[in-house]
């Protein structure tokens, strides 16, 4: 008996408390989302009229040094994709689909151990890594 009247205010308070839970990790998806989206949508207007990325070479490299070489490899390659077989590196993968990499270095993969960098460097460091490990191939 006394254990039930401890326990009922426990088990109100939990049940009370559900609905706000989901609450808030939904705000958290709704905003991971936002992000995404006014992410890529910066993404896009880094691109001139012919559908060519623009971005500082120089800095692409000096910035891929500091932020992703030490598990990547100076050329790319040093870690193998379990996501693909046939993909090479980081060459191809900004190559053969450069908004699909953009995401992955913005949010990362968490299943997969990629970390994000959206808040580790800035745009236009990004910007330019993406660019320049296009030249890793
Ligand atoms: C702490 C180690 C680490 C650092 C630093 C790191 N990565 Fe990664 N990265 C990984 C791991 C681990 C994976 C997933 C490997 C797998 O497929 O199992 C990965 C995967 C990726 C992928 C997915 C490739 C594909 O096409 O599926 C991209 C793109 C990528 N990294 C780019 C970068 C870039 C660019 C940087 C620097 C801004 C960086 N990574 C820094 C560890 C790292």
């Known amino acids: 008996m006394q254990t039930r009247t401890f326990l009922r205010p426990v088990l109100v308070g939990?049940?009370?408390a559900l609905p706000l839970l989901s609450c808030s990790s939904r705000k958290v998806v709704v905003e991971r989302e936002a992000a995404?989206?006014?992410?890529?949508?910066?993404f896009e207007e880094?691109?001139?009229?012919?559908?060519?990325l623009i971005f500082d070479k120089a800095n692409g490299a000096r910035a891929?040094?500091?932020?992703?070489?030490?598990?990547?490899?100076?050329?790319?390659?040093?870690?193998h994709f379990t996501d693909s077989?046939?993909?090479?590196?980081?060459?191809?993968?900004?190559?053969?689909?450069?908004r699909r990499f953009w995401q992955i270095i913005n949010f990362g993969d968490a299943e997969r151990g990629?970390?994000?960098?959206?808040?580790?460097?800035?745009?236009?460091?990004?910007?330019?890594?993406?660019?320049?490990?296009?030249?890793?191939?």
């Open 14 to 16: 939990f049940l009370l």
């Open 64 to 79: 891929y040094s500091m932020n992703c070489a030490g598990c990547h490899g100076d050329d790319g390659r040093k870690i």
């Open 46 to 52: 880094q691109f001139d009229a012919n559908g060519v």
């Open 85 to 98: 077989t046939s993909l090479q590196g980081l060459g191809q993968s900004s190559t053969n689909n450069v």
């Open 114 to 137: 990629m970390k994000a960098f959206e808040k580790e460097a800035s745009f236009h460091d990004l910007l330019d890594i993406t660019g320049f490990a296009q030249t890793l191939n």
């Open 36 to 42: 995404q989206r006014t992410r890529a949508e910066g």
